[in-house]
């Protein structure tokens, strides 16, 4: 047969399955639409006789009409075709005899086109196909128990490959190479050969060369006739959006204090030397100690360095799970001849269950370090000083609390103990407890601070698992099939504008307001947004404040407002959740929480 639909516009972009046979029902040339329908490659496709396409037990009904249009009929029917990812579907068949000028049929010329959904009973499942084959950043593989796809949709979207002609390859070609990559593909291989099901983060490789993370879900995909084992159902999510974010909001979060923290250190280091100046210049005076006054100052210039160093040396990531418990334990036995100089009784109050955490050892140590420290300091010159620390569990996490009865700090400035350079103690660094904040944030733990009933409270909270780039696998919140708008109201610009990237980018029309009278006023005069973030603790109109006005005057958006904080178990604010039914996210954010809360609030009625 020498008819050529090769390279011919409307051959190959035709929205309809086209193929050509031979008489011997060979074929000969396929267009990407058939080889879609029916996922298979050229070379799976091209010279293998039609019928083996076909179902076993549609066969010869599918021979038996061929054989007509070899006879010069046009026919159509429909028949169960066998895809190449072993799923079968109902094909509509239109067959056309391809005659030359003598009369002859040298060929067939077969068009395709997919029915399944027409099949009664069946179209609520097409819907659902349909929908997550098309849900942004998300793709779908079979995996054989050979580890070759057996069917791909939606890497178009995201490793930029073409769905069918990756059928048949290795789905290790999708991923990075690296060791451990390898090995968690091996985890999930092995887990779902088990029989059960695997999550994890993988680094895949686009065919452009750039790597990414991809959240991955794999589960055994069994016949379902037999119960065999075919392969894996793979589910994989493009998260760079939320991993680019989410480091840029930390790298803001830490160059927003940058700022403020270079002109207080410019500020103390100017006394510091004018101090010094001073004593160089003064007269000697007979009998003057202005020698040792100049060593004192140089010494304290010195442990000041060494803060601020510690204060900005990188946090190494955590390298195993580690009792904290037995780290406590340690920092407390190295304090005990100071504590025992203070008079101080020291307790742990620990229960036998308590998890391991997700951190490093030596960062750790010198985060609680810091923490015991600082309630010494505050139990000297106290009557009956006491320090607890006690231990707590949460779903994920671990609560690590020191408490101790010595010198509070007014409501005003408990906010402020994890200030750098807030210090009330003369001559202080004010570094120690921002130091720890920082070790603790660099593994998605919280520090905060409580003073009540005359006992300061602070509390470390530890991830039981560590969180690199592991989100919760969560398919884009359908919510946002339509861009929503959402109100910020937080009085950090770092925090507005990091949240605003990432909004923007997932499909939100974001505004900002600095404070609550800022947001209320864009409330009042504008079109109001779907949803509301809100910050509680701002200048000139509170997020308390805020909340209570809406709480009044706009009830329905209450229902849409997620709280933002960075004390999200303090009491007040459980109670204020409580009391509104605003969810509560705690700073830092992670941003797929952030995503899947605003998806759940926008669905309240």
Not at 164 to 169: A, E, I, K, L, R
Not at 317 to 341: F, G, K, N, Q, W
Not at 422 to 434: D, V
Not at 448 to 476: I, S
């Amino acid at each position: 047969m020498d008819v050529r639909l090769s390279g011919h516009p409307l051959f190959e972009h035709c929205p309809t399955g086209v193929v050509l046979l031979t008489r011997e029902g060979l074929v000969t040339e396929a267009n990407g639409e058939a080889r879609r329908t029916l996922a298979l490659t050229p070379e799976q496709f091209v010279g293998r006789p039609v019928l083996a396409t076909v179902v076993e037990a549609d066969r010869e009904r599918v021979k038996a009409l061929f054989l007509r249009v070899l006879q010069g009929q046009i026919r159509e029917w429909t028949a169960r075709f066998r895809r190449g990812d072993g799923v079968t579907r109902v094909q509509w068949v239109r067959a056309v005899p391809l005659s030359v000028p003598d009369g002859a049929v040298r060929g067939v010329l077969m068009y395709l086109r997919d029915v399944t959904e027409s099949r009664s009973g069946r179209p609520e499942t097409v819907q659902l196909q349909t929908l997550l084959e098309n849900l942004p950043g998300q793709f779908t593989a079979l995996v054989d128990r050979s580890r070759r796809i057996r069917y791909s949709s939606g890497l178009t979207r995201t490793h930029y490959r073409d769905d069918v002609s990756v059928v048949g390859s290795p789905y290790a070609d999708l991923l990075a190479p690296d060791d451990e990559n390898r090995r968690l593909f091996h985890a999930m291989l092995e887990t779902v050969s088990a029989g059960d099901s695997w999550s994890g983060t993988h680094w895949h490789v686009r065919m452009d060369g750039t790597s990414f993370p991809v959240r991955t879900h794999a589960s055994p995909y069994q016949d379902p006739r037999t119960g065999q084992l075919l392969g894996a159902l793979v589910v994989g999510r493009d998260v760079s959006v939320e991993r680019d974010a989410r480091v840029r909001a930390r790298s803001n979060q830490q160059m927003a204090g940058v700022g403020a923290l270079t002109a207080a250190v410019s500020a103390r280091l100017g006394e510091h030397l004018d101090a010094m100046e001073d004593l160089v210049n003064a007269p000697p005076e007979p009998g003057g100690a202005s020698p040792d006054t100049l060593r004192d100052q140089v010494l304290g210039l010195r442990t000041y360095v060494r803060s601020l160093e510690a204060l900005g040396a990188p946090v190494p990531a955590p390298s195993t799970r580690i009792d904290p418990v037995a780290v406590v334990r340690e920092v407390l036995d190295d304090v005990a001849p100071r504590a025992r100089s203070l008079g101080v009784a020291v307790r742990v109050e620990a229960p036998g269950d308590v998890p391991p955490v997700s951190a490093h050892p030596e960062p750790l140590a010198r985060a609680v370090r810091m923490l015991v420290d600082n309630a010494l300091e505050a139990l000297a010159d106290v009557d009956g000083p006491e320090l607890v620390v006690r231990f707590s569990s949460e779903a994920d996490r671990v609560g690590l609390h020191v408490v101790d009865n010595g010198r509070g700090l007014p409501p005003d400035d408990v906010h402020r103990m994890f200030e750098p350079l807030f210090s009330t103690r003369p001559g202080g660094a004010g570094l120690g407890l921002p130091t720890a904040r920082t070790i603790v944030q660099a593994w998605g733990g919280y520090l905060h601070a409580d003073c009540a009933d005359g006992r300061t409270t602070v509390t470390m909270g530890l991830l039981r698992e560590a969180p690199g780039d592991a989100e919760t696998f969560r398919p884009a919140p359908l919510t946002l099939a339509r861009t929503r708008s959402v109100l910020i109201a937080d009085d950090e610009p770092s925090v507005r504008s990091s949240l605003r990237t990432f909004l923007e980018r997932v499909g939100f029309d974001v505004r900002e307001a600095w404070s609550g009278r800022s947001a209320l006023a864009q409330i009042t005069v504008s079109t109001p947004p779907e949803l509301i973030l809100t910050d509680l603790r701002m200048d000139d109109g509170s997020g308390y404040w805020f909340l209570e006005e809406l709480s009044r005057d706009f009830p329905e958006l209450l229902r849409h407002t997620v709280i933002i904080t960075g004390n999200a178990v303090d009491e007040q604010v459980t109670g204020l959740a409580h009391a509104t039914g605003c969810p509560v996210l705690q700073k830092p954010l992670e941003l797929p929480r952030l995503l899947e809360v605003l998806d759940d609030v926008s669905r309240r009625g």
